[in-house]
């Protein structure tokens, strides 16, 4: 079984502090994905991976960074965390097209 | 830009009723579509995966059957359970977004009461 395991199940931080949310795979896949997901909202696509240290922006990638520095772990970063990023971040990876998903990690920024 | 919509929001059916779930999207130029099943404050399981050259793909209870050219995609849940109480989402893949990316309809939220 694919396996995709986020570190974290739920996570409070402060406004400002920088923020990991770190997402590791066990099946060799290349392509590995964060999402968020509001409601009302759905799920948006923040960045992308598609090989070690490649990194595509998606759709809302605005406050956030990645880090791929080996295949199975793919990291979500808050630089400066903000209380309008309060919600529930979803790790993925793939394989021939279809997307295995983490647990979810539900922030919140107070 | 594709756009995936799902109606209702939210379903309620007794237990032994069928299910039918949809899903439209506003580009036909699909690679495949996906549907995921998300149970409360949890990740999404992927159900099914239909590729845009097939009609219908089917496991178990579940059928999932795709027209591109009407831009539909429809689950089928046969003899629902209370287990099936879920939030379900569809989710396009598109030919020529980068990365492959999927673009993900708002889901529709089934309970089964028993």
């Known amino acids: 079984d694919v396996k995709v395991t986020q570190s974290s199940r739920y996570l409070v931080k402060r406004t400002g502090e920088k923020v990991f949310l770190e997402c590791v795979q066990d099946?060799?896949?290349?392509?590995m994905f964060w999402y968020r997901q509001d409601p009302g909202l759905g799920l948006r696509l923040i960045y992308f991976?598609?090989?070690?240290?490649?990194?595509e922006k998606g759709d809302i990638p605005e406050g956030y960074s990645v880090s791929r520095e080996k295949k199975e772990r793919f990291s979500l970063i808050l630089e400066s965390a903000s209380t309008n990023q309060t919600s529930m971040y979803l790790c993925?990876?793939?394989?021939?097209?279809?997307?295995?998903f983490g647990a979810g990690t539900r922030l919140s920024v107070l | 830009k594709q756009e995936v919509t799902q109606i209702p929001a939210a379903l309620s059916v007794p237990e032994g009723e069928n299910l039918v779930l949809n899903c439209s999207f506003t580009d036909s130029a699909i690679y495949n579509l996906q549907w995921f099943r998300q149970d409360p404050g949890k990740g999404l399981t992927s159900l099914l995966l239909?590729?845009?050259?097939?009609r219908e793909q089917t496991s178990g209870r579940l059928n999932a059957s795709l027209d591109k050219s009407s831009g539909r995609s429809t689950l089928y849940i046969a003899a629902s359970q209370p287990g099936d109480s879920a939030t379900y989402l569809c989710a396009a893949q598109h030919s020529k977004a980068a990365g492959n990316k999927l673009t993900f309809g708002g889901g529709t939220r089934v309970l089964v009461k028993p």
């Open positions: 991976s598609y090989d070690v240290k490649m990194k």
């Open positions: 993925a990876s793939r394989e021939q097209n279809i997307q295995y």
């Open positions: 239909i590729q845009s050259s097939q």
């Open positions: 099946m060799d896949h290349e392509n």
